[in-house]
């Protein structure tokens, strides 16, 4: 047996790799949403973390680690791949197919366990726009996907969105710069993949018969051109209009990119400019919370952060000292605070900034309902005894049906 791994974690010698995974005893097992896929997956407890196994052949196995790394590089929102286990045997000397190791994302849910909380069709639009946000990302570091679904993505609750994952690359490829026939038939095939796949939520009862699922699916298209038109799309100002420029920087910040570069050129009377932004990477809010305050959160839970951040720096009149020293202030004095008043039972539920956002929530719903400022401290404790008790725990999500396979979405 060989692995192949950056970091070899000694642990993955201890696992039963002489079995194929179908059979593996569920005491390594760690169980988590089943999901629809093409190969053998389980999830496994390992030194006090969870890896996805995938069954799969030797070249798509080292391909797709490969990509995993690349994009990882890349700082691309996609899972970590760990290792390639290859030359797997039964203790009969029988081959067994090579696997694919990668971490498995915390706090993360596959869109059918997320349909299986709620089956609003507002849940399908917020999906699929984070899906589109995650799909111009890759195309503009050079990802073709060439699978692209709601299968093989994973989701994570952002405030009171989501933000995206890529978690199948087996048919990716890594290029300098994708054509428009490239990315033309990773939106189309997203498009007809998520109807299907919306069909099949209808089919078991998962989102109601009388939801669109057709227009919704339609959704992916039109979110991708108008981000990406957003992103990449040339503009000619006349010099009055200098403005203007500082606008178009903001509309992509509140889109969650920062602009790298700007490429400006003149006329000879140099009376227009013509502005085409280099978007380097998305995560304005995300990279500013954690140069203040060291927190790795989501792209919307950092805006909303940093909004409590300002909200409180204007009410204790702190807005002539420098923001590091208000934010290292608001971490201590409102952040951790209200983080430790949750219970440690309850602490899994949900990931600290989560957490923090639905409270701030809260908070802003009892303050309108009582017709008062009703203090953090109070709308925490309400929160905790009224709504936190009904969550699901997000953490290790445990599967609704013990006799289903522990299996991903692929």
């Known amino acids: 047996m060989q692995i192949t791994a950056a970091n070899l974690d000694p642990a993955l010698l201890d696992l039963p790799w ?12 760690a169980a988590l949403p089943r999901g629809i896929s093409r190969h053998v997956v389980r999830f496994v407890n390992l030194s006090g973390r969870v890896i996805a196994v995938k069954e799969i052949g030797e070249t798509v196995a080292y391909h797709e680690y490969q990509l995993l790394r690349d994009l990882n590089r890349l700082q691309a ?3 970590t791949p760990t290792a390639v286990i290859t030359g797997r045997t039964t203790p009969a000397g029988e081959p067994l197919t090579p696997a694919l190791v990668t971490e498995h994302l915390q706090f993360s849910l596959p869109y059918r366990a997320v349909f299986s909380q709620s089956m609003r069709p507002e849940t399908a639009t917020r999906l699929i726009d984070s899906l589109a946000v995650l799909l111009v990302r890759l195309h503009l570091l050079g990802f073709y996907w060439g699978d692209v679904s709601l299968s093989n993505t994973l989701f994570r609750r952002d405030a009171d969105s989501f ?7 087996e048919t990716g490829e890594l290029h300098p710069k994708l054509t428009i026939g490239q990315r033309t038939y990773d939106v189309e095939l997203a498009r007809m993949n998520i109807i299907g796949e919306l069909m099949d939520l209808q089919a078991g009862e998962l989102l109601e018969e009388d939801v669109d699922v057709i227009v919704i699916g339609n959704r992916i298209e039109e979110r991708y051109h108008e981000l990406w038109n957003e992103l990449t799309a040339e503009e000619t100002y006349y010099n009055g209009e200098r403005w ?4 178009r920087i903001k509309r992509l910040n509140e889109l969650g990119f920062d602009v790298g570069e700007l490429k400006m050129t003149t006329d000879l009377d140099g009376t227009r400019i013509n502005l085409q932004p280099k978007v380097v990477d998305a995560g304005h809010h995300h990279r500013q919370i954690m140069r203040l305050t060291g927190l790795d959160v989501e792209e919307l839970q950092a805006r909303r952060m940093l909004n409590d951040l300002a909200t409180y720096r204007a009410i204790t009149g702190r807005n002539d000292q420098p923001i590091e020293l208000v934010a290292h202030e608001w971490l201590n004095e409102v952040f951790e605070p209200t983080i430790r008043a949750v219970p440690p039972q309850m602490g899994a539920k949900l990931e600290p900034a989560q957490l923090f956002h639905e409270i701030l929530d809260h908070r802003w719903y009892i303050s309108q ?3 008062r400022d009703v203090p953090l401290e ?9 709504v936190l008790p009904e969550r699901r ?5 445990l599967d609704l049906d013990p006799n289903d396979e522990h299996s991903l979405e692929d």
């Open 18 to 29: 002489e079995l194929p995974l179908e059979e593996w005893p569920e005491s390594v097992l």
């Open 77 to 79: 929102p996609s899972v």
């Open 163 to 169: 933000s995206a994952y890529l978690v199948d690359a």
């Open 244 to 247: 203007r420029v500082s606008e």
């Open 369 to 371: 309902q009582q017709q």
């Open 378 to 386: 109070e709308a925490t404790r309400s929160y905790i005894e009224n």
């Open 393 to 397: 725990d997000e953490a290790l999500l």
